[in-house]
C-alpha cells in the first residue's frame, strides 16, 4: 500500500503552516467515472518507480488545478505524479475497453499503462457537490466536469496484456510537449500536468529509462470504451455508459428532439469533425488513429509516433509501423469517418434505426467541410463567410476560396514546401504586400505567380487587403517538429533538461516572436528526415 502525502500529525504550528502553503489536498469528484461500478473499472494503485525526479510540469494548467506554486518545490511532488505516493482520497483505477486497431478488430484492450487517480474538482464544481446529494445515486443531479488525472507509464494493469506498463523518457518528453503545444495551438487535447523520471531500466529496441506523464482531460473516454460492451452483448452497461456521456459532457443531447443516443452519436461526429479540420490545417499527423485512440470528447489523445509535417506531402506516413499507410496524412479525416461507423455500430443497439444512426454519422463530412475551409479562410486572412441561407450548388458556390486553397495545396504538395515556414512567411507578407520571401521556397514561379494572382484576386472581392494580424494568429511560427523534440530528447537523456523547459515556454506562445530561438522557426536539420518514430514507447 502507499502511504499517503499529507504531513504527520503533532507537527509544530509553524510546520504545520508552511506545508499548509505547500501543500496540494484536491477535492475529488464522487460522481465521476469510478462511480459506474467495476463493470468498468479495475481498482489498483501505481506501481512505485526508483529516485523519481520531477522535469517539467505546466504551471498553467497547475493554476487550474489549484496546486500551490510552492507545493512543486516539496519532495512529494516527483513523488505523487509518479505513483510512489497517493495524494489524500485518491482512488486509482484503470479503465477496460476495446478497439479496431488498424482497421482490424483487436478485441479487449485497456489502460495498459495509465492508471487514474480520480477526477479533481475546480471550484465551481465543488459548490455543485456541495448541494448534492451524493448518497443518493438514483437522484443525484451530474456535477459538471472537472479534471481527471491519469498516470501514463505507472505499471502494469489488468489490461497490459504483453506490456509492461511503463513508458520511456524519449515518448513521454513528445507526450509532454505535444500535449501543451497544440493546446496553445486551439486544438481541441488532452492536457499534461507534469513530466517525471526515473532511472529504472526499461527495454524497448534498446535499454531505455522510465519515466511519467500526468495527462488531464475532462474525460478520457474513447470510441474503444462503447465497442467493449456493444461487442459483449452488454447492453445495460451500453447504456449507462452513454447516459453517463450525456449527463456529465453532453446534456444538451437529453433534450434535442428524437433520440438521445443519436444526438450523442451526430454531437460526437460534429466535434471529431472540428478536431480532424485543425489537423489537417495545421499539418499534424497523428499516426495511430485506432478507436480506442479517438476520444469521445473530440480531444486529441494518445501521442505516439505524431508528427507535424516539415515538407507539405499529403502521403507522408509518420508511423514507421503503418507500413501500409492507413494513416497516412490525406487519410486523417476519412479513417475518423470510418471510426464514427464504428462507434455508430456500437451504439446502434440504443439508437434502434439504421437510417438513423446513420444521418448522425453523416453529420461529419459536412461539419468537416465547413470548419476546414473556415481555418483556411483564417490562414489567408479572409473574412468569415457570410451565411447567406441559399443552397450552394458547387463548392466554389459555397464558398469561392475553395479551388483557391486546392490550387494552393496541390502548389505545396507538388514541391513538398515546407509547411510552417509557407505559411509564416505569407502572414509576413500580407503585412507589407511584399511576396518575394514566399516565392523564394517555390522552384516553379510561374505556377506561384498564377496562385498568388487567383489569391489576390479572391482577396480584393472579399474587401481588399488580407487581414495580417489575423493571419499571423493563425499561422504558427513554431509548432514541435520531430527535430526539436529529438533536441530535447538527446539532451534529457545526458540529464540535461534545459533544452525541454526552454521548448515548453517557446511552443506554449508559438505565434510570437523568441529571438532567443529563432532558428527552431527555421528549416529542419538534414538529419531531420532520418527520424523514425514507431508505436514502441
Not at 486551439?186 to 535499454?207: D, F, H, K, N, Q
Not at 482531460?217 to 474503444?224: E, V
Not at 505516439?304 to 502521403?315: E, I, K, N, S
Not at 494580424?469 to 538527446?490: D, K, Y
Amino acid at each position: 500500500m502507499h502511504a499517503p502525502a499529507s504531513a504527520p500529525s503533532g507537527a509544530p504550528a509553524t510546520s504545520a503552516a508552511a506545508a499548509a502553503a505547500t501543500a496540494w489536498q484536491p477535492t475529488w469528484n464522487p460522481q465521476g467515472f469510478a462511480s459506474l461500478g467495476p463493470a468498468f473499472l479495475t481498482r489498483l494503485e501505481p506501481t512505485p518507480l526508483p529516485t523519481p525526479q520531477l522535469l517539467a510540469h505546466s504551471r498553467d494548467l497547475a493554476a487550474q488545478l489549484g496546486i500551490p506554486a510552492g507545493w512543486w518545490q516539496t519532495e512529494q511532488a516527483a513523488q505523487v505524479l509518479t505513483g510512489n505516493r497517493l495524494l489524500p482520497g485518491s482512488q486509482p483505477y484503470a479503465t477496460v475497453y476495446s478497439g479496431h486497431q488498424f482497421g482490424v478488430w483487436a478485441g479487449q484492450l485497456g489502460d495498459g499503462r495509465a492508471i487514474v487517480l480520480g477526477e479533481v474538482l475546480g471550484e465551481a464544481q465543488k459548490e455543485t457537490v456541495a448541494t448534492t446529494d451524493t448518497t443518493d445515486t438514483d437522484t443525484a443531479a451530474p456535477s459538471a466536469p472537472g479534471w481527471e488525472l491519469q498516470l501514463k507509464g505507472a505499471g502494469r494493469t489488468p489490461y497490459s496484456r504483453r506490456g509492461d506498463g511503463r513508458a520511456v523518457l524519449r515518448s513521454s518528453i513528445r507526450e509532454f510537449l505535444c500535449s501543451e503545444a497544440m493546446h496553445a495551438l486551439g486544438i481541441p487535447t488532452t492536457r499534461a500536468l507534469s513530466l517525471t523520471g526515473s532511472p529504472a531500466s526499461i527495454y524497448r529496441e534498446e535499454v531505455e529509462t522510465a519515466a511519467v506523464v500526468c495527462r488531464v482531460a475532462p474525460s478520457f473516454i474513447r470510441f474503444g470504451h462503447f465497442e467493449h460492451f456493444a461487442a459483449r452483448g452488454q447492453e445495460a452497461e451500453l447504456r449507462q455508459l452513454a447516459d453517463y456521456v450525456i449527463d456529465r459532457y453532453y446534456p444538451a443531447c437529453r433534450t434535442a428532439p428524437g433520440n438521445p443516443y443519436a444526438a450523442l452519436l451526430r454531437t460526437v461526429a460534429e466535434r471529431t469533425a472540428e478536431l480532424l479540420a485543425h489537423w489537417q490545417a495545421v499539418g499534424f499527423c497523428h499516426g495511430v488513429m485506432n478507436t480506442d485512440n479517438m476520444s469521445i470528447l473530440g480531444l486529441t489523445i494518445d501521442y505516439g509516433p505524431f508528427q507535424f509535417l516539415d515538407g507539405f506531402d499529403p502521403d507522408h506516413i509518420c508511423n514507421h509501423s503503418d507500413t501500409q499507410g492507413r494513416y497516412a496524412f490525406r487519410q486523417q479525416p476519412q479513417v475518423a469517418y470510418w471510426n464514427l461507423f464504428c462507434l455508430g455500430q456500437a451504439l446502434h443497439p440504443l439508437i434502434g434505426e439504421e437510417d438513423t444512426t446513420v444521418a448522425a454519422i453523416e453529420a461529419y463530412r459536412p461539419h468537416f467541410s465547413a470548419a476546414f475551409a473556415a481555418l483556411m479562410r483564417r490562414k489567408l486572412g479572409l473574412p468569415a463567410l457570410a451565411q447567406t441561407g441559399a443552397a450552394a450548388t458547387t463548392p466554389e458556390e459555397a464558398d469561392p476560396a475553395t479551388p483557391v486553397v486546392g490550387q494552393l495545396l496541390q502548389l505545396l504538395a507538388s514541391e513538398k514546401v515546407d509547411y510552417p515556414i509557407f505559411w509564416r512567411r505569407l502572414s509576413d507578407a500580407a503585412a507589407t504586400g511584399q511576396y518575394d520571401a514566399v516565392q523564394d521556397l517555390l522552384v516553379d514561379g510561374a505556377a506561384w505567380q498564377r496562385w498568388l494572382s487567383s489569391y489576390l484576386a479572391l482577396l480584393a472581392a472579399s474587401g481588399g487587403a488580407p487581414d495580417a494580424a489575423a493571419m499571423q494568429r493563425a499561422n504558427p511560427r513554431f509548432v514541435l517538429r520531430n527535430h526539436l523534440g529529438e533536441t530535447a530528447i538527446r539532451a534529457a537523456q545526458a540529464g540535461d533538461t534545459s533544452v525541454l523547459q526552454q521548448l515548453q515556454t517557446v511552443l506554449a506562445a508559438p505565434y510570437d516572436a523568441h529571438p532567443a530561438h529563432n532558428d527552431w522557426a527555421g528549416f529542419p536539420p538534414d538529419w531531420a528526415s532520418s527520424i523514425s518514430i514507431s508505436c514502441s514507447s
